[in-house]
């Protein structure tokens, strides 16, 4: 098939979250040295949006207390955008301090889940955000704000998240400043029918507003983390957070099994027609690498057993034969 006949199909964005979501999860400390390794490796693979850590206390998760390092070592890469989770204004701070592209702050739909997680109230977090704003703003620095809304699409302390809460929190994240929001199924309770619905209710709700929810994080806790990509995508998002070798999970879940597998993610999407960016050939190098260093650890992803179908390239259209139009970022 030709590129010229092929159906053109927006970019999508996978931006990895291994490095801090993935790392957070694993009892051992993978060196700083592999670290960047892996950061390098990931972006000559393609990949332009990396999550590289967490700015919060190093006694509490001294697996991410090298994240200055790695955000400096990340500005060096041409293009890639640096993301790091900020619990708290101090975090924020930290982030600004660094010069990190993205801040990612976690406000969770589930106000069970929030005070385990912050020790905060989600209206409390509210406050936060806009105080994280007024931070930035007064440093004039370019960080952006993105809110990622955590359970909403349940909880395995509280159970059931309302919708209506969701919606309510998305929209008071916007007007506390936040610039871009995302839904994450924390711990691996929705599916595809409850994520499509979720979505455009928010889009609809959030109107003029709609183009700043920007991303789905879903967790592959019980093995459809896929299928709730492909629905997320089918009703416009087209950028998707997930971890190589799906590491990952969250520690109000037990059992959790961990992310989306990056490498899973990239080959279904290639697979469609869409444009990431990503050799997944790279990728599933990249991956070896990092499985050696976690020997030991529960790792997920379907694609490496298997490999890459010879029947057909996973990437079957080229980078020409895409629209410039983004969809939703």
Request: charged share 20%.
């Amino acid at each position: 098939m030709n590129a010229s006949n092929t159906p053109r199909r927006p970019a999508v964005t996978v931006r990895e979250v291994g490095l801090r979501d993935g790392l957070q999860s694993v009892a051992m400390i993978v060196p700083t040295s592999h670290k960047l390794e892996w950061i390098g490796a990931a972006y000559a693979a393609g990949q332009r949006e990396i999550e590289v850590g967490s700015f919060v206390p190093a006694r509490l998760l001294p697996q991410l207390a090298d994240t200055a390092e790695l955000v400096a070592h990340a500005k060096t890469l041409p293009g890639l955008v640096a993301s790091v989770l900020v619990p708290n204004l101090k975090g924020a701070e930290r982030a600004i301090e660094v010069g990190a592209d993205l801040m990612l702050v976690p406000l969770s739909a589930s106000a069970a889940h929030s005070a385990a997680n912050v020790r905060k109230t989600p209206d409390e977090m509210i406050k936060q955000i806009a105080d994280i704003r007024a931070a930035r703003d007064a440093a004039s620095s370019k960080t952006i704000i993105e809110v990622g809304m955590s359970t909403a699409f349940g909880c395995t302390i509280q159970g059931d998240v309302a919708e209506d809460d969701v919606i309510r929190l998305l929209q008071a994240a916007l007007d506390a400043g936040a610039e871009r929001v995302g839904l994450a199924d924390t711990v691996g309770y929705a599916d595809p029918a409850q994520v499509r619905r979720l979505f455009e209710k928010a889009f609809r709700a959030l109107g003029s507003q709609a183009d700043k929810l920007t991303c789905g994080h879903f967790h592959d806790t019980r093995g459809l983390a896929l299928a709730n990509t492909l629905a997320a995508l089918d009703v416009g998002v087209c950028r998707f957070d997930a971890s190589l070798a799906g590491i990952g999970g969250c520690p109000h879940a037990p059992g959790a099994s961990g992310n989306a597998a990056t490498e899973d993610v990239v080959f279904m999407l290639e697979r469609m027609g869409y444009h990431t960016g990503i050799d997944l050939t790279a990728l599933l190098e990249l991956r070896k690498r990092v499985a050696s260093w976690l020997a030991g650890e529960q790792l997920g992803g379907a694609v490496w057993r298997a490999g890459v179908p010879k029947s057909r390239p996973a990437t079957t259209f080229t980078s020409s034969s895409f629209s410039s139009q983004p969809g939703i970022q």
